[in-house]
């Protein structure tokens, strides 16, 4: 049986990894969870699935939840100790990291540190300190299991390792987003509730609005170099409309392997959680006969420019995927609070990156402190 704690329990990943779990109950145990405010749903999980040890975000909601729960024999932490106690737990085989942004990266590292095997659902974690990641990672012999569904897509057909010097390339696919087919010149009228309709996929909201710039599918990219010992040159991305074929891997002698499977989230959460096993879900298999067709189309870079800041990011190296993220990060913010256009993400992005002077990381205060400049000078250049 494997003791898994979740980093984000409430939010969308952790709501479908926990129903997963509940159908599992011979093969998972839940000992920790942390979340930020919804107690509501907090307070369900505790009683559905009695952890040891839970988390939220402020001592307001860490009060409320103690006069919940009284009956309950859990121990409630609150703020940025409470979830790095949430990560480290001692009874924890398996730690899902499901953390929306940049905020997943310490507890990530400190569950790294101290032993735990890594579900990793929060791509920015790799995005900011890849390096470091991995190299604490191996250091401890620990698993780092992809969740996202094209880093389990690549992973399900390398079988588990990058088959050396046989891998030419993977193929990372994309929906398109809901903008897919709407004309550049009417971009700056799309509205938030517009971006956050994504056409086959149901996520949170900052990952709807990076699937809609084609950012979501950058941050994969620089995931995936990580993950998989890639250069640039070796990962493309291309638009699939249907999202069935989740990603795809080629070898030194032209053969491609694809995974497919339905558009559901449970999936590849699931099989990173049971890795190297694979277990029953409730989901309907995929119908081949009833796709009409399973079609592709090359990325229109001037559309979406962001993909293209990810694969500079990436090139770059160093601290320019951290402020990457960051300042996408606080442009997707401003977005959906009406702050900004969506023409302005990439604007705004483009312009914290031509600011900044990159340099190595070589420790996590390095990757923190460029993610710190960037927040601060995208919301400078908001105000000139």
């Known amino acids: 049986m494997k003791r898994v704690s979740i980093l984000g329990s409430t939010g969308t990943i952790g709501v479908r990894a926990l129903a997963m779990i509940d159908l599992h109950r011979d093969s998972f145990e839940v000992v920790a969870l942390a979340a930020r405010e919804n107690i509501d749903l907090l307070e369900q999980q505790i009683r559905r699935f009695s952890p040891r040890v839970v988390a939220v975000g402020t001592s307001k909601a860490a009060t409320a939840l103690k006069e919940r729960v009284k009956d309950v024999p859990v121990e409630i932490g609150w703020g940025d100790e409470g979830v790095l106690g949430?990560?480290?737990?001692?009874?924890?085989?398996?730690?899902?990291?499901?953390?929306?942004?940049?905020?997943?990266?310490?507890?990530?590292?400190?569950?790294?540190?101290?032993?735990?095997?890594?579900?990793?659902?929060?791509?920015?974690?790799?995005?900011?300190?890849?390096?470091?990641?991995?190299?604490?990672?191996?250091?401890?012999?620990?698993?780092?299991l992809p969740v996202d569904s094209e880093h389990s897509a690549i992973f399900q057909c390398l079988g588990?390792?990058?088959?050396?010097?046989?891998?030419?390339?993977?193929?990372?696919?994309?929906?398109?987003?809901?903008?897919?087919?709407?004309?550049?010149?009417?971009f700056a009228a799309i509205t938030p509730q517009e971006a956050l309709q994504h056409p086959t996929w149901v996520m949170g909201k900052k990952i709807t609005i990076d699937?809609?710039?084609?950012m979501n599918k950058g941050l994969e990219v620089i995931e995936a170099s990580w993950f998989f010992s890639l250069t640039p040159q070796q990962i493309d991305v291309i638009i699939h409309p249907q999202s069935i074929i989740h990603s795809m891997v080629e070898f030194m002698d032209g053969a491609i392997l694809a995974q497919m499977g339905v558009t559901d989230m449970g999936l590849p959460i699931l099989y990173a959680l049971s890795y190297p096993d694979r277990l029953q879900t409730p989901l309907p298999p995929l119908d081949l006969n009833a796709l009409s067709a399973l079609t592709f189309e090359p990325v229109d870079h001037e559309r979406f420019p962001c993909l293209g800041f990810a694969y500079q990011a990436l090139q770059a190296g160093g601290t320019y995927p951290a402020v990457l993220n960051a300042a996408n990060e606080?442009?997707?913010?401003?977005?959906?609070?009406?702050?900004?256009?969506?023409?302005?993400?990439?604007?705004?992005?483009?312009?914290?990156?031509?600011?900044?002077?990159?340099?190595?990381?070589?420790?996590?205060?390095?990757?923190?402190?460029?993610?710190?400049?960037?927040?601060?000078?995208?919301?400078?250049?908001?105000?000139?």
């Open 86 to 144: 949430v990560a480290t737990a001692s009874e924890a085989d398996i730690v899902l990291t499901a953390i929306v942004g940049a905020a997943g990266l310490l507890p990530s590292l400190a569950a790294i540190k101290a032993g735990k095997d890594i579900a990793l659902a929060t791509k920015e974690v790799m995005v900011m300190a890849g390096e470091l990641v991995i190299s604490e990672a191996k250091a401890r012999g620990i698993r780092l």
């Open 160 to 186: 588990g390792n990058n088959s050396g010097a046989y891998l030419k390339r993977v193929l990372l696919t994309s929906s398109g987003g809901p903008f897919r087919r709407r004309p550049k010149e009417s």
């Open 211 to 214: 699937s809609a710039t084609l």
């Open 330 to 384: 606080v442009a997707v913010d401003l977005f959906l609070s009406d702050r900004i256009t969506f023409p302005d993400i990439a604007a705004l992005i483009a312009k914290a990156m031509d600011n900044h002077r990159g340099r190595k990381i070589d420790s996590i205060e390095v990757a923190l402190d460029a993610d710190r400049e960037a927040r601060e000078l995208v919301l400078a250049a908001l105000h000139t």
